[in-house]
């Protein structure tokens, strides 16, 4: 052993960020079971590894008895106190054992345990990096993709993007920088596995997080994202400054805000609508772009009927449901939309005032 070890050590923790005892720790734990198998020893030993002199000694450690029945385990009181008079019954005896040639066999069998040791410390630190960055975002370049998985490089690690993870309006490319949300860190007997993805709606809060200095200060909060990743979302965001106007912050100046966001997402369109603790004045909201007349609430079932003027049934309602269905992920209910004809020929428009109603145009314009 020389002062190489020590600068090995040195440059492990400088580049490896492990700690230097991590290392000697594993070295001590090879060398022992290097010692015991290579020269059928079966006592209780320990290394001493002094790196300022660069030595390397191994100890046997043995019980002081009365009597001894195992010499590899235990010496008579006798022998110890003749090694020092102060030894007593029950005490621990270490005598050196080193054998010549141990240097040489100890550093051949030590190096394979070593070096797993090194990897499941770097494993542990990867795994404590990551953890915390669950359910966050992160930039990742593509570096390869099979039938199950894109692998999206995020420095230290490859993550994990499943196929019901990809958007289905992007194609990807080795070396193209994608933002990924972290949505799951794992330990496995390969070491930590990242699971990321670009559909899940937690993606569409952090990017607003980022380009809304009044979300990320709390200025504005988020309150709920309805999301079909690569064609439509929602998002809903409240704040209590009424000098703050939500919505505005949100889109930003000449809508550069959200448009960085669309850009990123490739094209998915953004509704960005203010909520409101009444359900009536929140639904109303959520269905925007469509204009609404009038809101039905049913508090026992948590169910909504929501009159709109024939012209914006198909708007309101959206390609497939989507309007419709994104309104009702958004607010938590469910909403069943009719025309104004329909709600007149089934006696429900205009409102009677015995049923639960809320006239919109007057709720918005006092807010």
Known sequence: MSSELLDALVLLEKEKGISRDVILEAIEAALVSAYKRNFNQAQNVRIDINLERGSMRVFARKDVVDQVFDPRLEVSIEEAQAIDPNYQVEDIVEMEVTPKDFGRIAAQTAKQVVTQRVREAERGIIYSEFIDREEDIMTGIVQRQDSRFIYVSLGKIEALLPQSEQMPNEHYKPHDRIKVFLTKVEKTSKGP????????????????????????????????????????????????????????????????????????????????????????????????????????????????????????????????????????????????IKSESEAREAGIYPVEEKLLSFDIEDSLSEE
């Open 193 to 336: 596995q990242i699971f990321v993805s670009r559909t899940h709606p937690g993606l569409l809060k952090r990017l607003f997080e980022i380009e809304v200095p009044e979300i990320y200060d709390g200025t504005v909060e988020i309150k709920s994202v309805a999301r079909e990743a690569g064609d439509r979302s929602k998002i809903s965001v409240h704040s209590d400054n009424p000098e703050v106007d939500p919505v505005g912050s949100c889109v930003g100046p000449k809508g550069q805000r959200v448009q960085a966001i669309v850009n990123e997402l490739k094209g998915e369109k953004i509704d960005i609508v203010k909520w409101s603790e009444d359900p009536v004045v929140f639904v109303a909201n959520a269905l925007s772009p469509s204009k609404v007349l009038e809101v039905m609430v049913s508090e026992a079932e948590k169910a909504t009927t929501v009159i709109v003027p024939d012209f914006q049934l198909s708007l309101a309602i959206g390609k497939r449901g989507q309007n419709a269905r994104l309104a009702a992920k958004l607010t938590g209910w469910k909403i069943d």
